[in-house]
């Protein structure tokens, strides 16, 4: 027997077997979520996936996470459908992730979302606490935004668009490609390094420090035609935070200087302040 208790904000689903209750269900906001006895992190913007994917084919990839026995999925199928043919007009990676993929084959074919990659995995571990879920993800496995439940028309309109813009920068480049490419694109480059340590660079730079990038971007950086990343090394934390915030201001072509492993300040000169 399954009984269901609605309010203005939340939904819960109690099913009971026998006199006892075996399972229970929280759908808020749109999301249909398990309550487990620990609860589960959310996927956020900056983590990076926990699973092994190789995304490097595309600078920018669409994780959708999905339940066949998730109603407010099934209320999705058309605008995944749309998410899907948007991805591939736009040369951005899709994968689809859910729990067993024998028993996801035939909801996915039903929902016309069946040629696209699909991978199996743990949802949970995934931290995946609600479907069905989208992430934007990068070559590299960072998240740069996520979208949890079934959206509202707006919503899916807005995450259309954002999906829509191509992307013509790879996540790296070369230390000696920086010049040239600041100067005959326009690009503006923007060293995010330490504040407390002075440089001196071989190319012209906004300095602006990670921590103050979320209240500089939109002054110093709006309406720029692209971002050169100078991180130091462009595998840090703060150059995937910085990545975040960036794409948080609608400043998605973005890329960052690639300067190795063993020389992460192989262009870059330091003098005591």
Same mark, same amino acid.
């Not at 996915?108 to 931290?127: F, I």
């Given at each position: 027997?399954?009984?269901?208790?609605?309010?203005?904000?939340?939904?819960?689903?109690?099913?009971?077997?026998?006199?006892?209750?075996?399972?229970?269900?929280?759908?808020?906001?749109?999301?249909?979520?398990?309550?487990?006895?620990?609860?589960?992190?959310?996927?956020?913007?900056?983590?990076?996936?926990?699973?092994?994917?190789?995304?490097?084919?595309?600078?920018?990839?669409?994780?959708?996470?999905?339940?066949?026995?998730?109603?407010?999925?099934?209320? *999705?199928?058309?605008?995944?459908?749309?998410?899907?043919?948007?991805?591939?007009?736009?040369?951005?990676?899709?994968?689809?992730?859910?729990?067993?993929?024998?028993?996801?084959?035939?909801?996915?074919?039903?929902?016309?979302?069946?040629?696209?990659?699909?991978?199996?995995?743990?949802?949970?571990?995934?931290?995946?606490?609600?479907?069905?879920?989208?992430?934007?993800?990068?070559?590299?496995?960072?998240?740069?935004?996520?979208?949890?439940?079934?959206?509202?028309?707006?919503?899916?309109?807005?995450?259309?668009?954002?999906?829509?813009?191509?992307?013509?920068?790879?996540?790296?480049?070369?230390?000696?490609?920086?010049?040239?490419?600041?100067?005959?694109?326009?690009?503006?480059?923007?060293?995010?390094?330490?504040?407390?340590?002075?440089?001196?660079?071989?190319?012209?730079?906004?300095?602006?420090? *990670?921590?103050?990038?979320?209240?500089?971007?939109?002054?110093?950086?709006?309406?720029?035609?692209?971002?050169?990343?100078?991180?130091?090394?462009?595998?840090?934390?703060?150059?995937?935070?910085?990545?975040?915030?960036?794409?948080?201001?609608?400043?998605?072509?973005?890329?960052?200087?690639?300067?190795?492993?063993?020389?992460?300040?192989?262009?870059?000169?330091?003098?005591?302040?």
């Amino acid at each position: 027997m399954s009984i269901t208790f609605r309010s203005a904000t939340k939904e819960v689903l109690i099913t009971v077997i026998g006199g006892g209750v075996v399972y229970a269900a929280l759908m808020v906001g749109g999301r249909f979520m398990a309550r487990n006895p620990k609860p589960v992190d959310n996927l956020s913007d900056g983590d990076r996936l926990s699973i092994s994917l190789d995304l490097s084919q595309h600078q920018r990839n669409i994780i959708l996470a999905t339940r066949p026995d998730c109603p407010y999925c099934r209320a *999705s199928a058309r605008f995944h459908q749309n998410l899907l043919a948007t991805a591939v007009d736009n040369n951005i990676g899709f994968v689809i992730a859910v729990n067993d993929k024998q028993s996801s084959a035939q909801y996915l074919q039903a929902s016309h979302l069946a040629g696209a990659h699909v991978v199996e995995t743990d949802l949970t571990k995934m931290k995946i606490a609600g479907t069905p879920t989208v992430a934007l993800v990068d070559s590299a496995g960072v998240v740069l935004r996520t979208w949890q439940g079934q959206l509202s028309p707006d919503q899916e309109d807005q995450l259309i668009q954002r999906v829509s813009r191509r992307d013509t920068l790879p996540r790296e480049i070369e230390a000696k490609d920086v010049p040239s490419m600041a100067e005959a694109r326009g690009f503006i480059v923007v060293d995010i390094t330490r504040r407390e340590v002075k440089h001196e660079l071989r190319w012209k730079a906004v300095v602006i420090p *990670s921590d103050e990038m979320e209240a500089r971007a939109p002054i110093e950086l709006t309406g720029a035609r692209g971002v050169i990343l100078d991180c130091g090394h462009s595998f840090s934390l703060e150059c995937d935070a910085t990545r975040v915030v960036l794409e948080h201001q609608d400043l998605t072509n973005v890329t960052s200087v690639d300067r190795g492993k063993d020389e992460p300040g192989c262009d870059r000169k330091t003098q005591k302040k």
